[in-house]
Protein backbone atom coordinates (compact mmCIF):
# COMPACT_ATOMS: atom_id res chain seq x y z
CA UNK A 1 0.00 0.00 0.00
CA UNK A 2 0.84 3.80 -0.22
CA UNK A 3 -0.52 6.90 0.56
CA UNK A 4 0.79 10.15 -1.55
CA UNK A 5 -0.34 13.95 -0.98
CA UNK A 6 0.60 17.51 -1.37
CA UNK A 7 -1.59 20.83 -1.80
CA UNK A 8 -2.64 19.44 -4.93
CA UNK A 9 -4.49 16.04 -4.73
CA UNK A 10 -4.52 12.99 -2.15
CA UNK A 11 -3.44 9.71 -3.09
CA UNK A 12 -3.82 5.48 -1.91
CA UNK A 13 -2.85 2.49 -3.52
CA UNK A 14 -3.10 -1.25 -2.63
CA UNK A 15 -2.17 -3.90 -4.52
CA UNK A 16 0.28 -7.31 -4.56
CA UNK A 17 2.64 -9.31 -6.51
CA UNK A 18 3.66 -12.50 -7.41
CA UNK A 19 7.73 -13.41 -7.91
CA UNK A 20 9.12 -16.00 -9.39
CA UNK A 21 13.28 -16.22 -8.74
CA UNK A 22 15.94 -18.60 -10.28
CA UNK A 23 19.53 -18.72 -10.10
CA UNK A 24 21.21 -18.36 -13.07
CA UNK A 25 25.03 -18.79 -11.26
CA UNK A 26 26.61 -18.15 -7.75
CA UNK A 27 26.37 -14.44 -8.33
CA UNK A 28 23.97 -13.70 -10.22
CA UNK A 29 19.87 -14.26 -10.53
CA UNK A 30 16.63 -13.56 -12.61
CA UNK A 31 13.18 -12.51 -11.54
CA UNK A 32 9.92 -12.65 -13.51
CA UNK A 33 7.09 -10.41 -11.58
CA UNK A 34 3.56 -9.81 -11.90
CA UNK A 35 2.28 -7.10 -9.83
CA UNK A 36 -1.32 -5.24 -9.65
CA UNK A 37 -2.02 -1.81 -7.96
CA UNK A 38 -5.36 0.16 -7.44
CA UNK A 39 -4.84 3.93 -7.15
CA UNK A 40 -6.88 6.14 -5.84
CA UNK A 41 -6.55 10.15 -6.65
CA UNK A 42 -9.33 12.30 -5.00
CA UNK A 43 -9.42 15.51 -3.45
CA UNK A 44 -7.50 16.77 -6.31
CA UNK A 45 -7.87 21.13 -6.41
CA UNK A 46 -8.98 22.95 -9.45
CA UNK A 47 -5.60 24.44 -10.34
CA UNK A 48 -3.75 21.00 -10.38
CA UNK A 49 -2.17 20.56 -13.71
CA UNK A 50 -3.92 18.03 -16.36
CA UNK A 51 -0.71 15.87 -15.69
CA UNK A 52 -2.44 15.34 -12.07
CA UNK A 53 -6.22 15.93 -12.96
CA UNK A 54 -6.83 13.71 -15.77
CA UNK A 55 -5.93 10.96 -13.60
CA UNK A 56 -8.56 11.32 -11.07
CA UNK A 57 -10.70 8.56 -9.75
CA UNK A 58 -9.50 4.55 -9.23
CA UNK A 59 -7.14 3.19 -11.73
CA UNK A 60 -5.53 -0.02 -12.31
CA UNK A 61 -1.86 -0.19 -12.92
CA UNK A 62 -1.22 -4.25 -14.06
CA UNK A 63 2.96 -4.98 -14.82
CA UNK A 64 4.62 -7.81 -15.90
CA UNK A 65 8.60 -7.30 -15.31
CA UNK A 66 11.48 -8.97 -16.03
CA UNK A 67 15.00 -8.27 -13.44
CA UNK A 68 18.43 -9.66 -14.02
CA UNK A 69 20.92 -9.15 -11.40
CA UNK A 70 24.52 -9.78 -10.53
CA UNK A 71 26.20 -9.69 -6.85
CA UNK A 72 29.35 -9.84 -5.36
CA UNK A 73 29.91 -7.84 -2.57
CA UNK A 74 30.71 -9.45 0.84
CA UNK A 75 28.19 -7.87 2.93
CA UNK A 76 24.16 -7.67 2.71
CA UNK A 77 24.24 -5.16 5.21
CA UNK A 78 27.11 -3.19 5.17
CA UNK A 79 29.79 -3.93 1.73
CA UNK A 80 33.18 -3.16 1.89
CA UNK A 81 34.35 -4.92 -1.24
CA UNK A 82 32.73 -6.10 -4.71
CA UNK A 83 29.73 -4.94 -6.86
CA UNK A 84 26.19 -5.13 -7.66
CA UNK A 85 24.44 -4.63 -11.05
CA UNK A 86 20.50 -4.70 -11.67
CA UNK A 87 18.42 -4.29 -14.41
CA UNK A 88 14.68 -3.98 -14.86
CA UNK A 89 11.94 -4.07 -17.66
CA UNK A 90 8.63 -3.29 -16.59
CA UNK A 91 6.05 -3.40 -19.29
CA UNK A 92 2.23 -2.16 -17.95
CA UNK A 93 -0.59 -3.39 -20.21
CA UNK A 94 -4.52 -3.23 -20.46
CA UNK A 95 -3.97 -6.53 -22.26
CA UNK A 96 -3.34 -7.37 -17.92
CA UNK A 97 -6.10 -5.94 -16.61
CA UNK A 98 -4.82 -2.45 -15.86
CA UNK A 99 -5.95 0.78 -17.81
CA UNK A 100 -2.09 2.05 -18.65
CA UNK A 101 -0.03 0.74 -21.90
CA UNK A 102 4.41 1.90 -21.09
CA UNK A 103 7.37 0.34 -20.46
CA UNK A 104 9.77 1.41 -18.62
CA UNK A 105 13.57 0.23 -18.36
CA UNK A 106 15.81 0.90 -15.14
CA UNK A 107 19.35 0.37 -14.65
CA UNK A 108 21.85 0.51 -11.35
CA UNK A 109 25.49 -0.17 -11.03
CA UNK A 110 27.49 0.04 -7.59
CA UNK A 111 30.91 -0.53 -6.75
CA UNK A 112 32.94 -1.17 -3.43
CA UNK A 113 36.76 -0.71 -2.60
CA UNK A 114 38.25 -0.64 -0.08
CA UNK A 115 41.81 0.54 1.13
CA UNK A 116 44.03 -1.88 3.68
CA UNK A 117 45.16 0.45 5.79
CA UNK A 118 43.31 2.73 6.65
CA UNK A 119 40.30 0.99 6.15
CA UNK A 120 38.19 3.75 3.63
CA UNK A 121 35.63 2.66 1.64
CA UNK A 122 34.83 3.95 -1.70
CA UNK A 123 31.18 3.51 -2.98
CA UNK A 124 30.53 4.83 -6.40
CA UNK A 125 27.28 4.08 -7.86
CA UNK A 126 25.26 4.98 -11.52
CA UNK A 127 21.49 4.81 -11.75
CA UNK A 128 19.31 5.58 -14.39
CA UNK A 129 15.50 5.20 -16.03
CA UNK A 130 13.39 5.88 -19.29
CA UNK A 131 9.65 5.13 -19.62
CA UNK A 132 7.41 5.83 -22.10
CA UNK A 133 3.97 5.22 -23.19
CA UNK A 134 2.44 2.93 -26.11
CA UNK A 135 -0.52 1.74 -28.05
CA UNK A 136 -2.78 5.07 -27.55
CA UNK A 137 -1.94 5.63 -24.09
CA UNK A 138 -1.87 9.47 -23.60
CA UNK A 139 1.39 9.40 -21.09
CA UNK A 140 2.70 8.05 -18.16
CA UNK A 141 0.55 8.73 -15.04
CA UNK A 142 2.05 10.72 -12.90
CA UNK A 143 2.35 8.95 -9.47
CA UNK A 144 4.37 6.38 -11.96
CA UNK A 145 6.91 8.55 -12.97
CA UNK A 146 10.62 8.97 -11.87
CA UNK A 147 11.42 11.55 -9.15
CA UNK A 148 14.62 12.98 -7.80
CA UNK A 149 15.57 14.27 -4.76
CA UNK A 150 15.86 12.46 -1.57
CA UNK A 151 18.13 10.42 0.78
CA UNK A 152 18.82 8.12 -1.50
CA UNK A 153 19.15 9.69 -4.98
CA UNK A 154 20.20 13.68 -4.24
CA UNK A 155 20.78 14.34 -0.81
CA UNK A 156 20.69 18.38 -0.77
CA UNK A 157 17.30 18.90 -1.85
CA UNK A 158 13.81 18.32 -0.84
CA UNK A 159 12.04 15.25 -1.85
CA UNK A 160 10.80 14.69 -5.33
CA UNK A 161 12.03 18.53 -5.99
CA UNK A 162 14.83 17.76 -8.65
CA UNK A 163 12.81 18.23 -12.27
CA UNK A 164 9.92 19.51 -13.94
CA UNK A 165 7.28 20.88 -12.09
CA UNK A 166 4.35 22.96 -12.26
CA UNK A 167 3.09 26.75 -12.10
CA UNK A 168 3.21 26.66 -8.45
CA UNK A 169 6.56 24.91 -8.49
CA UNK A 170 5.47 21.69 -7.21
CA UNK A 171 6.88 18.27 -8.81
CA UNK A 172 5.33 16.83 -11.71
CA UNK A 173 8.05 13.61 -11.88
CA UNK A 174 9.67 12.77 -15.74
CA UNK A 175 10.41 10.17 -18.00
CA UNK A 176 14.06 10.11 -17.65
CA UNK A 177 16.64 9.85 -15.33
CA UNK A 178 20.16 9.90 -14.16
CA UNK A 179 21.85 9.79 -10.59
CA UNK A 180 25.49 9.33 -9.94
CA UNK A 181 26.55 8.74 -6.34
CA UNK A 182 29.98 9.09 -4.97
CA UNK A 183 30.50 8.18 -1.52
CA UNK A 184 33.71 7.94 1.20
CA UNK A 185 32.91 5.18 4.50
CA UNK A 186 34.98 5.16 6.91
CA UNK A 187 35.35 3.58 10.33
CA UNK A 188 34.97 5.85 14.00
CA UNK A 189 34.91 4.13 16.66
CA UNK A 190 33.24 0.43 17.49
CA UNK A 191 30.14 0.38 14.73
CA UNK A 192 29.96 3.61 14.39
CA UNK A 193 30.91 5.13 10.20
CA UNK A 194 31.56 8.59 9.18
CA UNK A 195 30.79 9.19 5.52
CA UNK A 196 31.32 11.98 3.29
CA UNK A 197 29.60 11.74 -0.35
CA UNK A 198 28.74 13.56 -3.21
CA UNK A 199 25.31 13.45 -5.16
CA UNK A 200 24.54 14.41 -8.89
CA UNK A 201 22.19 13.54 -11.45
CA UNK A 202 19.07 15.24 -13.05
CA UNK A 203 15.30 13.93 -14.17
CA UNK A 204 13.12 15.54 -17.24
CA UNK A 205 10.10 14.86 -19.25
CA UNK A 206 11.24 13.49 -22.04
CA UNK A 207 14.68 12.15 -23.58
CA UNK A 208 14.22 15.57 -26.32
CA UNK A 209 14.27 18.06 -22.98
CA UNK A 210 18.03 16.17 -22.07
CA UNK A 211 20.67 19.22 -21.74
CA UNK A 212 23.65 18.20 -20.14
CA UNK A 213 25.61 18.95 -17.96
CA UNK A 214 23.61 21.61 -17.91
CA UNK A 215 20.39 20.31 -15.99
CA UNK A 216 22.20 18.37 -13.60
CA UNK A 217 22.02 18.76 -9.78
CA UNK A 218 24.14 18.04 -7.49
CA UNK A 219 24.90 18.33 -3.88
CA UNK A 220 27.78 17.38 -1.40
CA UNK A 221 27.23 16.34 2.73
CA UNK A 222 28.42 13.99 5.53
CA UNK A 223 27.07 11.25 7.30
CA UNK A 224 26.76 8.66 10.34
CA UNK A 225 26.40 5.01 9.79
CA UNK A 226 25.98 2.88 12.94
CA UNK A 227 26.04 -0.84 12.47
CA UNK A 228 23.76 -3.09 15.06
CA UNK A 229 23.51 -6.76 14.27
CA UNK A 230 19.82 -6.75 12.62
CA UNK A 231 20.10 -2.80 10.46
CA UNK A 232 22.25 -0.09 9.96
CA UNK A 233 21.21 3.32 11.33
CA UNK A 234 22.07 6.26 8.57
CA UNK A 235 21.80 9.83 9.05
CA UNK A 236 22.80 12.49 6.48
CA UNK A 237 22.79 16.31 6.01
CA UNK A 238 23.23 16.80 2.01
CA UNK A 239 24.32 20.34 1.17
CA UNK A 240 22.98 21.99 -2.71
CA UNK A 241 25.30 23.04 -4.99
CA UNK A 242 23.11 24.03 -7.58
CA UNK A 243 20.93 25.76 -5.01
CA UNK A 244 17.74 28.22 -5.59
CA UNK A 245 16.91 31.06 -3.84
CA UNK A 246 15.51 29.73 -0.44
CA UNK A 247 17.06 26.41 -0.64
CA UNK A 248 19.22 25.00 2.19
CA UNK A 249 20.52 21.99 3.27
CA UNK A 250 18.71 18.41 3.62
CA UNK A 251 19.07 16.30 6.44
CA UNK A 252 17.49 12.39 6.38
CA UNK A 253 17.94 9.45 8.73
CA UNK A 254 17.03 6.27 7.35
CA UNK A 255 17.71 2.49 7.57
CA UNK A 256 20.18 0.59 5.72
CA UNK A 257 22.87 2.31 3.65
CA UNK A 258 21.42 4.24 0.42
CA UNK A 259 23.61 2.01 -1.97
Not at 28 to 35: F, G, I
Not at 169 to 198: C, H, K, Q, S, W
Not at 200 to 211: F, H
Request: some cysteine; aromatic content about 14%.
Amino acid sequence: GRQEKDDRYRLDGLGGALLFGCRLSETSNAYLKYSYESVDVYHVESFAPTEISRHTGRKGVSTASLTYERSTYDDNLYPIDGSYRNVTVDVASSVLGGDFNFVRTTGEATWYITTPHPKITFVFRIKGGWEGEYAGSANVPFYERFYAGSSDTIRGYKLRFIGPKDSKGLPLGGDVTTIGNIEMRFPMFAGLNGALFYDVGGLWERISDVKLPKDLKSSVGTGLRYRTKWTVLRFDYGYPLNRNPGETGRFHFGLGVPF
